[in-house]
């Protein structure tokens, strides 16, 4: 679908697709149509705009281009080539516009003949019919120029007077530090309580503000999630400092979705690597490979983000991994790091945050539960600055999280949550392995309306306990769940 939205970005004018860019994106972030589709088509996948919204733009200027940038005199050497890109591409600008000029000088007689005639079929005739009107005006109004032709000859002749200035940054090990110039930028500070709804002081009282950024790409806010204050301190502290964060709890407290959605909120990118036993550094690293015939150093999702400015970097079920495979994480996790990968020096780009997300807190699974997790190798849990242990929320604010994400009523919330919490006391005293999670709850609340009471336990929460935990589960939903309270508050 993504390649679909691009193909038709690309054949709209160059001059409505640099409006477009104005508009949704910002003056200041032009830098080329194609760079432009990739925003636009972002921002249509996550449904803020569409593409009868871009085409219906009124069309800028063609040739508009932004203010240079003044740069250190260091690079002034790599600025020329990247005016000479400019030069090249606005010479070919020009020549596309004299070809346009030169036809539509040839094909103006045309035109008029076409407008003459169809007066003189309307004077006649009287009204044509509708759809004789309909393709005479499709004939008249068709551009002599196909614009997306000429728009991506203009594109073609950029990228090749492009690629000395791309390898001049390669060669000097400054991607980081160009990309932070041409794309993510941060947009300004908020406080928290504007932000996230909950307001986060320091020790002395204090509010904390929160940077935000512009990142097309970031991932959509879900108004539903429920905030923490003690764990957005922990967010807060690492955006100033560019510390490592270990996640760990059981599932359900909400980790990997709490990074998801500071990324989503703050307007950064987000990746997320999850791991498992076979996971090798060149799945997430990257590896060497060929292409159009060349061996080249293709790089992985986890350099990718790390070399991306403002990115949210998510290392989920970090455990599962083998401890030796995860040993080439730990110069990337330093601060300030520069590691040489591939051949080449790999620097993490600005305000780049990693996080770990895991069932443990990398000493391993004392509970029997989370089979296949492993220790952690110590250099590796000593890159994580501060190790945050996730609990399950009160009950109130389960009962609200519930309530906004399934829309039942409080009442119902709260009924169905007393018999987990019920299940959680019993996996204390050893009578359960493992309680329903909080996302359990939700589908029981979903599903109960159409499936009954028992169907519905049985399937979101019953069929999912081994059979030393049968009975006591089997016991507290007895005790706890009452299906003529639960029918009277669907």
């Known amino acids: 679908m993504a390649n679909d939205i691009n193909i038709d970005l690309a054949a709209i004018p160059l001059a409505i697709i640099r409006a477009a860019s104005d508009k949704w994106i910002g003056v200041d972030q032009w830098n080329g149509k194609t760079n432009a589709i990739l925003k636009l088509s972002a921002l249509v996948k996550q449904g803020y705009i569409t593409l009868d919204q871009i085409r219906a733009v009124s069309p800028a200027p063609i040739g508009s281009v932004a203010p240079t940038e003044s740069l250190d005199a260091v690079m002034r050497p790599v600025i020329q ?10 010479e070919a600008l020009a020549k596309a516009r004299g070809i346009e000029s030169a036809l539509h000088s040839v094909f103006g007689d045309f035109n ?12 006649d005739l009287g009204i044509l019919e509708e759809n004789t009107t309909r393709e005479i005006a499709a004939i008249a109004s068709k551009p002599l120029v196909d614009e997306a032709k000429v728009s991506q000859a203009v ?9 000395p200035f791309e390898a001049a940054v390669v060669a000097a090990g400054a991607q980081a530090a ?3 110039m041409v794309s993510v930028t941060t947009t300004g500070q908020d406080w928290s309580s504007n932000v996230f709804g909950v307001q986060v002081t320091n020790l002395a009282g204090a509010e904390l503000k929160v940077d935000l950024f512009n990142d097309p790409s970031a991932p959509a806010v879900d108004d539903c999630f429920v905030w923490s204050a003690p764990i957005l301190r922990h967010l807060l502290l690492s955006q100033n400092t560019g510390e490592n964060l270990w ?3 059981e599932k359900g407290t909400g980790k990997s979705e709490t990074v998801r959605q500071f990324a989503a909120k703050t307007g950064r990118g987000y990746t997320r690597i999850n791991f498992n036993k076979y996971t090798t550094a060149e799945d997430f690293i990257g590896a060497v490979g060929l292409e159009n015939g060349a061996t080249v150093f293709k790089m ?3 350099l990718r983000a790390f070399t991306t400015p403002a990115s949210l970097i998510l290392l989920d079920e970090i455990t599962n991994a083998d401890p030796a495979v995860l040993a080439v994480l730990n110069g990337f996790l330093e601060t300030n790091s520069a590691v040489n990968y591939g051949g080449q020096v790999w620097r993490r780009a600005p305000n780049v945050l990693v996080f770990a997300a895991d069932n443990t807190l990398t000493n391993g699974d004392e509970s029997g539960r989370y089979a296949g997790t492993r220790t952690m190798n110590s250099a590796l849990a000593d890159r994580f600055a501060r ?14 999280a519930v309530v906004r994400h399934t829309g039942c009523k409080p009442a119902l919330a709260d009924h169905v949550l007393r018999a987990v919490h019920a299940c959680r006391a019993k996996v204390e005293s050893g009578d359960i392995v493992d309680a329903p999670s909080i996302r359990s709850v939700m589908a029981f609340v979903r599903s109960v309306a159409v499936l009954g009471v028992d169907e519905a336990w049985a399937a979101s929460i019953g069929h999912r306990q081994p059979s030393e935990s049968a009975t006591a589960i089997a ?6 769940i009452d299906p003529a309270f639960i029918s009277n508050n669907i």
């Open 81 to 90: 080539v990247a005016d000479n890109a400019n030069a090249t591409a606005l």
């Open 112 to 123: 008029k003949t076409l407008a003459d005639l169809r007066t003189a079929v309307e004077t």
């Open 155 to 163: 594109t073609d002749a950029v990228a090749c007077a492009f690629k």
């Open 178 to 180: 160009v990309g932070s």
């Open 247 to 249: 996640f760990g709890g």
């Open 300 to 302: 992985g999702d986890f």
């Open 387 to 400: 190790l945050v242990a996730f609990k399950h929320m009160d009950l109130a604010t389960e009962v609200e």
């Open 475 to 480: 016991s507290i939903k007895a005790a706890y």
